[in-house]
């Protein structure tokens, strides 16, 4: 059974910092690339970070250009944000997501989230 689960989130101020983590398991993690999403209230979901599989490519949205870094270490089956000058509008459920796909055969696989609260 893959399990993804997320950690690091908290309360931080405007301007702070946080580190996210997410584990995997039941999964050969390096054959997913790892994408981090996120959702505010009454916002839809947003891809907020992406890499691949073996970390040699990334990719981020737009607003978190410059602010967010994504990384990953195969060996321990995790993929870290790290998240700096942290604004009121990055407060969201951030979700980490696992993702395959080899022609036709697609997999998914989402996290429960973990929840930022950026506010003084």
Do not use: H
Not at 47 to 65: E, Q, W
């Amino acid at each position: 059974q893959v399990q993804l689960v997320e950690s690091g989130g908290g309360l931080v101020q405007p301007g702070g910092s946080l580190r996210l983590s997410c584990v995997a398991s039941g999964l050969i993690f390096s054959r997913y690339s790892m994408n981090w999403y996120r959702q505010a209230p009454g916002k839809e979901r947003e891809l907020v970070a992406a890499i691949s599989s073996f970390g040699g490519s990334t990719n981020y949205g737009d607003s978190m250009k410059g602010r967010f870094t994504i990384s990953r270490d195969n060996a321990k089956n995790t993929v870290y944000l790290q998240m700096n000058s942290l604004k009121p509008e990055d407060t969201a459920v951030y979700y980490c997501n696992a993702g395959f796909v080899e022609g036709r055969y697609a997999e998914n696989y989402w996290g429960k989230g973990t929840l930022v609260t950026v506010s003084s």
